[in-house]
């Protein structure tokens, strides 16, 4: 027998031993209930969570069980990252297929599956190149140092004098690079020194980003086509459009963080669908995966991308195997059943449904777009939003609180409206029937 038959005779002797339940366990004994696991969770993990008390073992579509066996409509969607669902078969198959065949390599060598996923981004986005990541907020870095070199190496910016521009309000995630963007004491307080080179301007606002982008070292400007961690905030109509236009008038790189708000979420394939408007960069994260696995992703044309050359930026998981093949089964998915429309057309319902049958003394509006939303509620009717929050739960529903004053909700996009409406209705009546 070979070295390599031995090998694998053993792996599967020893597969069937641990399947058999013959090889000891890693982890000592198993919770028995939701208490005993969020006790033991909180005993060993670091505190920079505070999750809703329940704990799931089990996806299906739009839905989840905890340990106990209730059933809970998921309107969280892991962040935004579930828009194909929990567990979709193809994307499942798509991953266990590659898992059996190859599943990384580093980009020290070449693999047969990422020119693959990156031929059908730059087709799907009409970009020319594309960077490929781990999580959002990677793309994220990523962008600020391509468009720092651009700035130094196309726009002849002084040497470590280049500004990023970035709108009051976002969330991009917490890295050092990242917190040094927010607005959010939150996450920026007790982290310093923070990353120079960054400026802040109110969202939604094309003068003030005017008066920043006429500085002849501004580099950038990031931002959200909807604000998804602030509360689903919606610029007003022609913003896009405007910081277009700005961004080309002043040869400002506009980085646009999809990472969110992209790939169907919003009711359209990117939120800038909205106003027909093309970015310099474009951000993918969260659902590229259908929410199996980390993959980002970076998009632009060769005049911006082609400053990275070989050892100025990489990851040792970005593009692997595994992670081309999820992507692509991912947004097959997204394509091939329509979920971009659903999520137009289901969000079309459920803001309409909520605003007409919401008590008004408790909500002050609804807000979002497609299957991003968040209902903004009056602090005097509801003074507790992790209170109504854990009824939501009690109720069926997961949900998830914005800061004091505001719930936000993002479903599966395969949800149907019969799903829907059911969801609608446990709302509305948690919120009109909730007592301070």
Known sequence: MSGLQNRSSQLLKYTRLFNNGSISRLTSNTAKSSSEVIQREKKVSANNYDPSPVVITRGEGIFMWDVEGKKYYDFVGGFATLNQGHCHPKIIKAMTDQ????HHTSRAIFHDSLYELNEFLTKQFSYEKVLNMNTGVEGGESSVKIARKWGYRVKKIPQNQAQVVFAHGNFWGRTIAAISASTDPTSFDEFGPHVPGYQIVPYDDLGKLEQALRNPNVCAFMVEPLQGEAGAVVPTLGYLKGVRELCTKYNVLWIDDEVQAGLGRTGKMLAVDYENV??????LGKALSGGVYPISAVLGNSEVMDVLTPGTHGSTYGGNALACKIALASLDVIISEGLVENSFKMGEIFR???????????????RGRGLLNAIVLNTEGVSNVY???????????ISKPIGAGALRFSPPLIITEAQLREGIDIIVNTINDFKN
């Not at 309409?352 to 609804?366: F, G, H, Y």
């Not at 109504?388 to 109720?395: D, I, R, Y």
Request: glycine share 2%; net charge positive.
């Open 352 to 366: 309409s449904e909520l605003t007409a049958r919401l008590n008004k003394d408790k909500v002050i509006k609804v």
């Open 99 to 102: 898992l059996n065949k190859l």
């Open 387 to 397: 209170k109504l929050n854990n009824e939501l739960k009690s109720n069926g529903m």
């Open 278 to 283: 093309k970015p310099d960069l474009l951000i």
